[in-house]
């Protein structure tokens, strides 16, 4: 079955940009139909979504964050990435990567990777 | 930014029916599909029901979801301690263009 790994630095300085790659196994990107995903989760609290990405390289992202956020895709790889411009110490939290299904009226995230813990701190 | 609106806790004892519910409005619940995700402790989110009632091949049917108007519900029937977990609804906002969550459940079996 599909799986997805987050990785990337865990510690991001203020004002510098954070990047992390998800690395899809058992299921090719470019094999269309799914959306891949950036969810966030701030320390103790609740889900945020980031935003996706479709392997044609279409993006969708929150617009909260749309100005700082860039999501890209290598299929030749089976990667996709995020990039968070501009850091402060409110995008610490557990990133997830993810599939999306988006038929119409709706969309769900599965299966999620493990998540992996960026900290922005000098 | 819409909200999703959830009880930030609830409770039950084994073998009990709970039940979990979100509240939001017409641009999400009341005008798309309503999911749920279970995080267990220390573990990332999984799917345990979309599309309203629908469960992911290997959700127990003790699992069930049910929307109405604007407002969604979990069902969890014969609650068992591994069921403890935190517990979020989910629904496309129209005005978000995106996916929204709400702020979660912590389930506690006592």
């Known amino acids: 079955q599909v799986q997805l790994q987050e990785s990337g630095p865990g510690l991001v300085k203020p004002s510098q940009t954070l990047s992390l790659t998800c690395t899809v196994s058992g299921g090719s990107i470019s094999s269309g139909g799914y959306y891949w995903s950036w969810i966030r989760q701030h320390p103790g609290k609740g889900l945020e979504w980031i935003g996706y990405i479709y392997y044609s390289g279409s993006t969708y992202y929150n617009p909260s964050l749309k100005s700082r956020v860039t999501i890209s895709v290598d299929t030749s790889k089976n990667q996709f990435s995020l990039k968070l411009s501009s850091v402060t110490a409110a995008d610490t939290a557990v990133y997830y990567c993810?599939?999306?299904?988006?038929?119409?009226?709706?969309?769900?995230?599965?299966?999620w990777g493990q998540g992996t813990l960026v900290t922005v701190s000098s | 930014q819409s909200v999703l609106t959830q009880p930030p806790s609830a409770s039950g004892t084994p073998g009990q029916r709970v039940t979990i519910s979100c509240s939001g409005s017409?641009?999400?619940?009341?005008?798309?599909?309503v999911n749920w995700y279970q995080q267990l402790p220390g573990t990332a989110p999984k799917l345990l029901i979309y599309s309203n009632n629908q469960r992911p091949s290997g959700v127990p049917d003790r699992f069930s979801g049910s929307k109405s108007g604007t407002s969604a519900s979990l069902a969890i029937s014969g609650l068992q301690s591994e069921d403890e977990a935190d517990y979020y609804c989910?629904?496309?906002?129209?005005?978000?263009?995106?996916?929204?969550f709400g702020g979660g459940t912590k389930l506690t079996v006592l």
């Open positions: 989910a629904a496309w906002d129209d005005s978000l263009n995106g996916p929204l």
């Open positions: 017409s641009s999400n619940i009341g005008s798309n599909t």
């Open positions: 993810a599939r999306a299904e988006r038929p119409p009226g709706g969309d769900w995230f599965d299966p």
